[in-house]
């Protein structure tokens, strides 16, 4: 029920009547979200970033390093290895994903027969577990195994050190290519087909129909698509670590920053310094999204 | 929700042309004989290549279950189809492992987490699309900051918090609600749901209000109802990630009574010789719970019709 | 479209009450009402086989102290992940393993409890022990854990393959080599090679303790990698890869040197104890051999060991004590390894059968373990070692940056 009332100032802006109550119904909803996110992620980071400055060991601190750690990451060969396969890994995985999960999509969402069994296959690989995963392509792409047989390879792709992260890019692009697929679907669906109706009484065909109007409506879909794929690159772990057995190898070549990360704060203890290396990764990726906010993911004005 | 009169076959042929096709599209009209042939041809290659791909997405899966029902010798070679069948796997599996409890476990865990998930995630998706309140955009970069940071560093401060939790002291660590806890609403989630309100039209919420409906009236009776897709989306991802979860699960339900799947089967993965017979019964096993959840929530999504409401 | 989620939810609920009542029928009986004290015990478990050997030893201490429950909690997957979250909580379990990789670490950060004066206390004999593993869980002077099994490594040799080739399990490293070319002449291992040698420190470590040279200086203060004895070793283990007679495991199209045993891809691997369950579990009709490692210069092995420790933090460290001297006493090792899952880490616990080529390197096995903080290193010396393997680069730039990493950490 609208009341008319005069407008009051909030935070130093004319306000419309009503928007108290919008902006407390709009807390109240994000209340417990918000605050599981505060608890166990941004606590964490604070907790990451605070003992980033410090040699810390299980128990607790051992010495304040001030910003030491951060020094010795940029001269560490090995982090800048990590860092640097993990940002070609990415670059190469997300718009694979992304291509791959929005054909998948589009196909799966037309009246073809059987299409349960299609979206079923598709997804399929990204309704197994990593480590399944993962074994199952070990086995495959063994330098005797299916894939080299059937294709006339002879190489072992994960050994090999020029192929290693092209195959798990591969595998991760297939295996992940479904979970896009899924997010696609749904934004497809939120589009009306009255506009499709429109443009095809207008004489446009399929091809113009999907670049001119299915692609740019899918605008909020691409946003969130290219944003968690970019983040759920940039974190890369599982598959390195089986396939490496943490070694990060060969020749590091599956070294990714996680992997730095896990090494250090697990094997080695060395809390502070997998902070440290936490607080970069987290700032890179940050940056990465600020950039794809500003090309996609503003809102229009309310 | 009555779903549409199947697209004209000109759908079809361009699809087969290689083109994808827009949602709904109307081609022209068909019917016109000689064509009815080549029609045909272009229909069956569609779907060759179709399945063609939907195979090479299966494979593993297809050698997955053909492992499972070798001897573990035979595993050694590479086959696709067992020379001798047994079911042996399976049952050692089920009786040496404790699958049902582990199953148990897993589905208690994913039930709850999916369900707490989709609920709030919508909730807060369209407050965070919807509704006007200060500091939203930060509060948002919030949301996608969480995503942002690996588990292995939120591991020390969240095992820590839990032994014992700030205000109450309990001890959560060990228990499903701990578990429970720190997965009950995934950023993901939400920011689907907030991308997903985005694209809904303001037309249904302007009438709503109109007819005097609150904002939870609002979103419980017009805007959940129209994200179908999207809540079915989350559905199957919270729930899959749930069943597959191993870092947390691992680190939380300690105890074998609590062990959930992922954790049962880490035996297979990370011991030295691997029993690939097991390991991919064991995996079979695993897979069905999650393959049958999709399966339901997958219908959801329905070609072309999604916002039906908003013509009328 | 209610109904139907209703009718799944229900049947969803149901498996779940279904599979809880059948899985609460699998649980082991609760504590009896008569006051007991409860340890907690926790480790990894590889496998069935010794999940059982271990609840047989556990079996075997609660029958001999009806006043103690013993509270076995496994971590399955990711052990070190776990327990830095208990040690940070304060919160470790009462007894737990730690390998002799990662007990520098723990030793060093104050997380295990120091046995000494309970040793004094209890009057217990670490006598029995053997000498090179118990030093790998003193730290300071301190002991901080004692070692409850062990195994180095062994040359396991395929015996119709080496009667093929004529030549009987190599004594010395020039016939190893000798053996190997003869191998490879009579075409004695199709589709595989004669070795199987994989760019592993894990490996390669007890040929340059055979050569008289060691990663690190006798202090732990500096790395001694550009030593002519590291130099050799590494040329002679690489040598058979470039020289055709060994392939890598992934070459060889198998996950480790085991499978390449088994599947009779290789005649001759370097493998310890753990191929014998495998084998027979996995590959029973390969007949292969155990010997005990070529020998270089002098013997040399790696011994790969775990401890029983207690935590810093434990609150009854008494109770914790008894659980562990029983484990690692002369009945509690006999019970664990009798089935041959482990070999005993005491002299006077009976050998199991099979076993003995193993247990007669234990007078010259050096543990398997370095300086704190080094696991990047030991991951940049794999790596750097596999670049070697793979012709990437030469054995001094290898050298060279493994010194360097070395340094780095030893600081």
């Not at chain 1, 969402?109 to 690989?125: E, L, S, V």
């Not at chain 2, 709030?120 to 309140?133: N, V, W």
């Not at chain 3, 080739?165 to 595989?192: E, I, S």
Request: hydrophobic share 50%; glycine share 8%; with cysteine.
């Amino acid at each position: 029920m609208a009341i008319a009332v005069p407008k009051r100032r909030l935070f130093g802006r004319t306000k419309r009547p009503g928007s108290t109550r919008e902006a407390l119904v709009g807390y109240a909803f994000v209340f417990v979200p918000m605050a599981v996110f505060l608890l166990f992620f941004i606590y964490p980071i604070g907790y990451a970033v605070y003992i980033s400055r410090y040699d810390w060991g299980i128990l607790g601190p051992l010495e304040n390093l001030g910003w030491k750690n951060y020094s010795h990451l940029w001269h560490d060969t090995l982090f800048r290895r990590a860092i640097k396969n993990t940002i070609e890994y990415t670059v190469w995985v997300v718009p694979a994903q992304m291509a791959l999960g929005l054909l998948l999509a589009v196909v799966v969402n037309q009246r073809i027969k059987f299409r349960t069994f299609f979206r079923g296959a598709f997804y399929f690989p990204a309704l197994a577990s990593s480590a399944a995963i993962t074994s199952i392509a070990l086995y495959l792409l063994n330098i005797n195994g299916l894939f080299n047989k059937v294709f006339g390879f002879h190489r072992a792709w994960f050994y090999d050190t020029q192929t290693a992260l092209p195959a798990i890019t591969a595998l991760n692009a297939w295996t992940t290519s479904g979970t896009m697929m899924l997010f696609y679907l749904a934004a497809l669906q939120a589009i009306p087909t009255d506009v499709y109706e429109a443009a095809a009484i207008d004489g446009a065909g399929p091809w113009r129909q999907f670049w001119k109007i299915t692609f740019p409506l899918l605008k909020p879909g691409h946003f969130f698509v290219a944003v968690v794929s970019i983040i759920g690159a940039m974190k890369v772990f599982d598959q390195n670590y089986i396939v490496s057995r943490g070694t990060g190898g060969p020749d590091y070549a599956t070294y990714s920053v996680v992997l730095y990360i896990y090494n250090t704060a697990i094997k080695d203890s060395a809390l502070g310094l997998a902070a440290a290396a936490g607080v970069v990764l987290f700032i890179i990726i940050f940056l990465f999204t600020i950039v794809q906010w500003a090309l996609f993911g503003r809102q229009e004005a309310n | 929700m009555s779903e549409p009169a199947a697209p004209p076959l000109a759908a079809l042929d361009e699809l087969a042309a290689g083109e994808p096709v827009a949602v709904g599209a109307a081609g022209p009209p068909v019917g016109i004989p000689g064509r009815a042939r080549s029609e045909l041809i272009q229909r069956l290659l569609t779907y060759g290549a179709l399945t063609a791909l939907a195979l090479l997405f299966f494979v593993p899966f297809i050698w997955s279950v053909s492992t499972s029902l070798k001897p573990l010798p035979e595993t050694a070679n590479f086959s696709l189809l067992p020379h001798t069948w047994t079911v042996a796997a399976y049952k050692e599996a089920w009786t040496q492992y404790n699958f049902a409890r582990y199953m148990a476990n897993s589905a208690i865990v994913s039930v709850a987490i999916t369900f707490t998930s989709v609920f709030l995630a919508a909730l807060g998706g369209y407050a965070f699309a919807r509704l006007r309140f200060p500091g939203r955009n930060l509060l948002f970069f919030v949301v996608l900051g969480t995503l942002m940071i690996p588990d292995q560093l939120r591991l020390v401060p969240i095992y820590r918090m839990l032994t014992i939790f700030p205000v109450t002291h309990w001890n959560l660590v060990d228990t499903y609600q701990g578990y429970w806890a720190i997965r009950m609403v995934s950023a993901t989630a939400l920011f689907l749901m907030r991308q997903y309100f985005l694209t809904i039209p303001r037309d249904l919420e302007e009438a709503a209000v109109l007819d005097g409906a609150g904002y939870f009236k609002t979103f419980w009776r017009v805007m959940l109802p129209l994200a179908g897709p999207a809540l079915a989306a989350i559905a199957i991802l919270e729930f899959q990630g749930t069943w597959n979860d191993f870092f947390w699960a691992n680190l939380l339900l300690q105890s074998p009574q609590h062990w959930t799947m992922q954790v049962g089967l880490a035996q297979f993965f990370w011991s030295y010789g691997t029993l690939w017979n097991d390991l991919m019964a064991a995996s079979v096993i695993a897979l069905l719970p999650v393959v049958i959840v999709y399966l339901f929530f997958q219908r959801y999504f329905v070609a072309g019709v999604a916002s039906a409401g908003v013509k009328g | 479209m209610r109904r139907a989620s209703l009718v799944v939810l229900a049947v969803l609920v149901g498996v779940v009450a279904i599979a809880g009542a059948q899985a609460r029928a699998l649980l082991p009986d609760k504590a009896s009402s008569v006051k007991k004290t409860t340890v907690t015990l926790t480790g990894w478990a590889s496998s069935p086989a010794e999940t059982a050997a271990l609840r047989t030893t556990i079996a075997g201490f609660e029958r001999s102290h009806p006043n103690f429950t013993v509270n076995y909690a496994p971590i399955n997957g990711d052990y070190p992940a776990a327990m830095l979250a208990k040690f940070a909580a304060r919160r470790p379990p009462d007894v737990f393993y730690v390998d002799s990789n990662v007990a520098p670490d723990w030793m060093s950060q104050g997380v295990l409890e120091p046995l000494d004066s309970l040793i004094k206390k209890n009057h217990y004999n670490v006598k029995p022990f053997f000498p090179r593993l118990l030093s790998a869980f003193k730290y300071k002077g301190h002991i901080y854990g004692l070692p409850k099994d062990w195994s180095p490594l062994a040359m396991e040799t395929n015996n119709a393959m080496l009667a093929k080739a004529g030549v009987k399990p190599p004594k010395t490293w020039a016939q190893l080599r000798t053996a190997a070319q003869k191998l490879k002449d009579a075409n004695a291992v199709p589709g595989g090679a004669p070795v199987c040698i994989d760019p592993d420190w894990a490996r390669l470590l007890a040929f340059v303790y055979q050569n008289k040279g060691s990663f690190l200086n006798a202090k732990k203060t500096a790395p001694a990698v550009k030593s002519a004895a590291v130099r050799q070793a590494v040329q002679f283990y690489a040598g058979f890869q470039s020289a055709g007679l060994a392939g890598t495991h992934d070459k060889l199209g198998v996950g480790w040197c085991g499978e390449a045993l088994g599947k009779e891809k290789a005649a001759i691997i370097f493998e310890g104890n753990w191929v014998v369950g495998y084998m027979s579990d996995t590959f029973p009709g390969v007949k292969y051999t155990i010997s005990p490692l070529p020998k270089g210069k002098v013997n040399g092995n790696l011994g790969f060991t775990v401890s029983y420790s207690i935590g810093k933090n434990t609150s009854n460290k008494k109770a914790a004590w008894t659980l562990l001297s029983y484990l690692v006493g002369k009945q509690g090792m006999h019970l664990w390894t009798q089935q041959g899952i482990a070999l005993p880490a005491r002299k006077d616990v009976a050998v199991p059968k099979g076993r003995s080529a193993f247990l007669k390197q234990a007078g010259y096995a050096h543990p398997w373990q370095f300086a704190p903080r080094f696991s990047k290193v030991i991951d940049t010396a794999n790596n750097e070692l596999t670049a070697y393997f793979q012709g990437k680069e030469s054995l001094d730039d290898m050298l060279n940056k493994i010194d360097s990493a070395a340094r780095d950490a030893l600081g």
